[in-house]
């Protein structure tokens, strides 16, 4: 996520060290890392896409982001990211909600722009469009968008105009395995997951929790990052967003993550398993249920074909 600071959980709020506190900063795990390719593209090290470095600084529809024919919003059929031609490729496409958030840097505070602008440099503190229709809204008119402002992921009208980032390349879709243990492995993240419902709970006390759980043969849980968490969504479902056949006592609620909102250190982030966004306006005093998880090194067999080969594998990092 970026975030390597920790926080008191009650008044003041301030820094502290973060030994032992289960948060967010105490641990390094597959931290950000780029590559600036040099072309006007830059490649994630840790899934393996490849971005436009820097957007076109214009604002378009949803339709016209995504390519997709509409009688009022785009009836000459423009597709803004299926017609740029950059670093010599072609197949570039409008990124999905999980794929733009991996790029949001939230150990920076709002007003942002939360992301590394030596990367990508000219961001707009702004929200960008991804690929994804909002499961719940009538005649699918909602699709998400990863606000890079704060790190909001919420959604809004197709219709309305935002900033645009392509990407290329693809991570495997999300498979899940159940141990029988009670415990859920996602094979596209690596990420183990507890399966059952330990409750409702303050952050302090999911923190506590998640650092002092045994499940499945494990000791090492703890409470996930805000990307970690909004993985497991499901973009297709609603109330809940996740998938009940491995998570089936699963609320459509609001679940703690570890991470601070670096804005206001008396909130952390949570993600809304109604729909499936992500919010850091929630004080860390308040109430809200709790998934632990272990792991999380990232299998490169996983990852998008970067270099056109064909083959998935380690050289597409």
């Not at 436009?52 to 604002?59: M, N, S, V, Y």
């Not at 804005?263 to 952390?268: D, I, K, L, Q, V």
Request: net charge negative.
């Amino acid at each position: 996520t970026g975030q390597t600071k920790c926080y008191r959980d009650v008044s003041p709020y301030d820094e502290i060290p973060c030994a032992g506190t289960g948060q967010d900063g105490a641990y390094t795990i597959n931290p950000m890392s780029f590559t600036d390719n040099g072309s006007g593209t830059v490649t994630d090290n840790n899934t393996g896409l490849m971005w436009q470095k820097q957007d076109d600084g214009a604002t378009y529809n949803w339709y016209q982001a995504s390519g997709t024919y509409d009688a009022t919003y785009n009836p000459g059929s423009t597709d803004v990211c299926g017609s740029l031609v950059l670093g010599s490729y072609s197949d570039w496409r409008l990124p999905s909600k999980k794929e733009l958030i991996t790029i949001v840097d939230y150990a920076i505070p709002s007003p942002g722009p939360t992301i590394n602008t030596t990367y990508f440099p000219n961001t707009n503190a702004s929200p960008y469009w991804s690929s994804t229709t909002q499961a719940y809204s009538p005649g699918y008119a909602y699709a998400w968008r990863v606000h890079f402002d704060d790190g909001l992921v919420g959604y809004g009208s197709k219709g309305n105009g935002l900033y645009v980032r392509c990407v290329r390349g693809g991570q495997s879709a999300t498979t899940f395995i159940n141990n029988g243990n009670g415990t859920v492995t996602d094979n596209r993240t690596g990420l183990m997951w507890q399966q059952g419902e330990p409750g409702y709970m303050t952050w302090d006390s999911a923190l506590s929790y998640c650092e002092g759980l045994s499940l499945g043969g494990n000791t090492d849980w703890r409470l996930p990052n805000i990307k970690e968490l909004e993985s497991i969504t499901d973009d297709a479902r609603y109330i809940p967003a996740i998938d009940t056949t491995f998570f089936p006592g699963a609320y459509a609620s609001s679940y703690w993550s570890s991470t601070t909102y670096a804005f206001s250190p008396n909130g952390a982030w949570v993600v809304g398993f109604h729909y499936g966004y992500a919010d850091g306006y929630y004080g860390k005093n308040g109430g809200y249920y709790v998934r632990c998880v272990r792991g999380g090194v990232i299998n490169p067999n996983l990852l998008g074909d970067m270099n056109g080969d064909d083959i998935i594998d380690i050289s597409d990092v």
